[in-house]
């Protein structure tokens, strides 16, 4: 009896402990895994500064529309269109233009004075009435005059009928440095040998050059060929363009000269870097050629045929201009 007991007692021990060990498993598996906590931390605070006011500088010249807002006008319909004004200006060319869609009450005559300094003393009026539709567009080329560039006043004038009679009338003035730009071209030289100074055989010609863009620092250009009387060469290394230049550039004058280099020595004078400036120009063709050093037109005469072509530039949809020669 006391050996069943024991083996009863012993089995209901390990009932106990399977039950605890189910309800032990049973929890670990229901608890909820702890998930990682994330701590937000905000940016350092910075101070914000208000962007300065700047004042407004319409430039003398440029390429890309200026505006000039603020006006007060007599009337709201003048004050709308001063404040819609567009002033472009390249090269010799004027492009002034307002804007559409302004709704206007009564109608507005917008008149323009183009006034430029002697010696070129340009002088022109255009006037009309502002459409709201398209708006309005104002093109003026100044005359080429010496090539130089210069001061240009526009005096832009806005008028309405006054009711009774009469007209309200306000002023926009503007001024604005035209700088003439031009395309230059420079053919290829055509060298001709009409005497030459070697009697037998060929003659060694040196022909030397300064481009306009040489630098100051007394580089220039050189090519050797051997040529006879009579015969016609063409460097095609000579030849230079450059677009849209004005004296601001400056580039100076072509400068060419040669020398034979035979047993006989040199002729034609060397030429010093020219210091005159490219622009302003006008088309040409060079000088008949160059003698010997000693002056003399018997011996060792050579001719120098190139052109430098000048074309002035046009901007805003103007017609080309045409080369003044």
């Given at each position: 009896m006391k050996h069943h007991a024991n083996e009863s007692f012993v089995l209901?021990?390990?009932?106990?402990?399977?039950?605890?060990?189910?309800?032990?498993?049973?929890?670990?598996?229901?608890k909820p895994k702890t998930t990682a906590q994330w701590t937000i931390v905000a940016s350092p605070r910075t101070n914000t500064q208000t962007k300065p006011k700047v004042a407004t500088v319409t430039p003398l010249a440029t390429g890309t529309p200026t505006v000039k807002v603020g006006w007060i006008g007599p009337t709201d319909n003048i004050t709308k269109v001063a404040n819609a004004i567009q002033v472009q200006a390249k090269s010799l060319n004027t492009f002034v233009s307002i804007s559409p869609g302004l709704a206007l009450s009564k109608p507005v005559t917008i008149s323009i004075a183009y006034l430029s300094p002697r010696p070129?003393?340009?002088?022109?009026?255009?006037?009309?009435?502002?459409?709201?539709?398209?708006?309005?567009?104002f093109?003026?080329?100044?005359?080429?005059?010496?090539?130089?560039?210069?001061?240009?006043?526009?005096?832009i004038t806005l008028s309405e009928s006054r009711p009774g009679g009469g007209v309200y009338s306000f002023n926009v003035p503007a001024d604005l440095m035209l700088d003439p730009l031009?395309?230059?071209?420079?053919?290829?030289?055509?060298?001709?040998?009409v005497r030459g100074c070697s009697n037998v055989g060929a003659n060694q010609i040196d022909l030397h050059w300064y481009a306009p863009d040489n630098s100051a620092d007394g580089k220039y250009q050189t090519v050797r060929f051997a040529t006879q009387e009579g015969e016609r060469f063409a460097i095609r290394e000579?030849?230079?363009?450059?677009s849209e230049v004005s004296a601001t550039a400056n580039?100076?004058?072509v400068v060419v000269w040669y020398e034979e280099t035979g047993i006989h020595g040199g002729f034609g004078p060397r030429r010093g870097l020219e210091q005159a400036n490219l622009i302003p120009g006008k088309t040409q063709t060079s000088f008949a050629g160059l003698v010997d050093s000693m002056g003399s037109t018997q011996d060792c005469q050579a001719t120098l045929d190139y052109t430098v072509t000048y074309q002035l530039r046009a901007y805003f949809g103007a017609p080309a201009v045409r080369d003044h020669r």
């Open positions: 209901a021990a390990l009932i106990v402990l399977a039950l605890v060990g189910r309800a032990y498993a049973a929890t670990a598996i229901l070129v003393a340009g002088n022109e009026r255009k006037t009309q009435t502002y459409v709201p539709s398209a708006g309005n567009r093109l003026y080329g100044d005359p080429e005059g010496d090539g130089k560039s210069r001061k240009v006043h526009l005096d031009y395309d230059v071209t420079i053919s290829p030289v055509v060298f001709t040998l000579f030849s230079w363009a450059r580039l100076h004058k």
